[in-house]
């Protein structure tokens, strides 16, 4: 096979040295038709030609011109065949369907790749036959494709004619054209992994939709939510539990808890209530909870503590404190994941799409919070607590220590069965961040960590809102936070767009 490769470059490399110009121009252009590129390696004939200009036995210019000319025929020829041919393929007009959702969600990141299409190996002879079966308009596509297709021959005989002048050994020059279309290669399965993560959304939405008719649950929706911000129709109950807004704000304000923000839905409005107390600051603890409408034992921890703050039970240690809930005050009242869109409030820390998604932050904002806790409930056995990497160590120590010594029982494993190395803890390394980034996951810790501070979220066990020992676990976490052997971490006041 080697041979045989050897033997056709050498071939390609004689039609050049002997017909020169002629063979720069045919070459160009059949290697951007559909399907002939395999046959007429466009590139060994440009890298051949440059390097021949280089020894002083073809003009560079002409060469230029000739390849750019043949590339920009050849790429027009393949975008005609897609134009009125491949358009007509089933699974091509599915595609070409989606091209307006897909340009919106990468904004500029496709017109960014369309100029350097010709570099990744053989791309560049299918990019042009897809851009017209999508309908890609002429006017832009004749842009593009003469300024992508300058830069192609530009670099390439460049790269001929300086190896030409300094080396005179074309071996070398194609060996740097070789790495160069590698590396482009893997630019182009980067950018290909972007389309999938844009097209993402809509895709598990269509897919949610669907088996929600067909089991009438919302299963699959809180699979989806995992990845997509906004999986569901609507605050999907997920829970047959509904909390009466009466009840639960006669419980809150019973614990001090004032009005902050209602949420409209259908004409209704649902409240999300705020407590607030300001000390001589060592440092300052923002608690949210209600965040996913199921998950309630938050609420009860929320009205524990303020009580106790009340009574003066609970003593702050110099901390100033603010708490608020329920974040998702809609799904709340639906006993659902989901708010009142449809969204998982938790995964819209990117976009922030969701009425909730911008309180929390206008909340980090206004209160200018040294630490934020987060209060969840999970499926799991045992409650643990999650950090986002800001935490300081001697706080952490602390928050191990005081959950360890309540009488509660503690998480061993993770959601997905990792073991936990402490009982009950887990803090988040970069391996878990760069998955929740390749993923476009979302979340308040990820948030948070951008803009400095540490964020604790609490996963008490079981989605129980009355188990005494999800109360207690959540004011144990809070406790040791605001403890006086705790180091509250440098307080950060720069916001994020």
């Not at 053989?122 to 017209?132: D, E, F, K, N, S």
């Not at 904002?365 to 499926?379: A, E, M, Q, Y």
Request: hydrophobic share 45%.
């Amino acid at each position: 096979m080697l041979d045989f490769v050897s033997d056709y470059t050498e071939f390609v490399n004689d039609l050049v040295m002997r017909h020169g110009y002629v063979v720069v121009f045919i070459g160009l252009l059949l290697e951007g038709v559909v399907g002939l590129g395999f046959i007429f390696p466009g590139l060994t004939i440009l890298i051949f030609a440059g390097f021949l200009s280089g020894i002083g036995i073809l003009d560079p210019f002409v060469v230029f011109g000739l390849a750019l000319t043949g590339t920009i025929v050849g790429d027009n020829l393949s975008y005609i065949v897609g134009r009125l041919g491949l358009v007509k393929l089933s699974k091509v007009r599915w595609l070409a369907g989606r091209v307006s959702e897909i340009e919106g969600r990468l904004r500029g990141t496709n017109r960014l790749f369309l100029l350097f299409f010709h570099f990744p190996g053989y791309i560049r002879m299918i990019v042009p036959a897809l851009a017209g079966a999508m309908g890609f308009p002429v006017r832009r596509w004749l842009l593009f494709d003469t300024a992508a297709a300058g830069m192609f021959c530009a670099a390439y005989v460049t790269l001929g004619y300086g190896i030409g002048v300094t080396t005179t050994t074309f071996a070398e020059a194609i060996e740097v054209g070789d790495m160069i279309q590698a590396a482009f290669g893997v630019l182009f399965v980067v950018w290909a992994a972007i389309i999938v993560i844009a097209m993402r959304r809509s895709l598990f939405r269509q897919v949610g939709e669907w088996l929600e008719r067909i089991w009438g649950t919302s299963l699959w929706s809180q699979v989806a939510s995992y990845f997509n911000a906004c999986p569901a129709t609507g605050p999907i109950p997920s829970s047959d539990i509904r909390w009466d807004q009466g009840e639960m704000g006669e419980l809150l304000r019973e614990a001090g808890m004032m009005l902050a923000k209602e949420v409209s839905y259908r004409g209704e409005g649902y409240p999300i209530f705020r407590f607030q107390s300001e000390e001589d600051s060592l440092g300052r603890l923002l608690v949210f909870a209600g965040v996913h409408g199921d998950e309630r034992s938050g609420l009860k921890i929320l009205h524990s503590f303020a009580a106790g703050i009340v009574r003066g039970t609970i003593p702050l240690n110099r901390w100033s404190i603010c708490m608020v809930g329920p974040v998702n005050p809609v799904g709340t009242y639906f006993g659902s994941r989901f708010n009142e869109d449809g969204c998982d409030v938790n995964r819209d820390f990117g976009h922030f799409r969701t009425a909730s998604g911008r309180f929390q932050r206008e909340e980090i904002d206004r209160f200018n919070p040294t630490v934020i806790v987060s209060l969840h409930d999970g499926p799991q056995r045992g409650s643990f607590v999650i950090t986002n990497g800001l935490v300081p160590d001697l706080m952490e120590e602390g928050i191990r220590r005081k959950i360890g010594s309540a009488g509660i029982e503690l998480a061993t494993k993770l959601f997905l069965l990792i073991p936990l190395a402490h009982h009950g803890f887990y803090r988040e390394g970069s391996f878990g961040r760069f998955m929740k980034r390749l993923l476009g996951v979302r979340t308040l810790g990820a948030y948070g960590r951008a803009r400095g501070i540490g964020v604790i979220t609490v996963e008490t066990a079981g989605r129980d809102y009355e188990r005494e020992s999800n109360v207690r676990f959540g004011e144990a976490v809070l406790r040791a936070i605001m403890a006086g052997d705790a180091v509250a971490p440098q307080r950060r006041s720069e916001t994020v767009s």
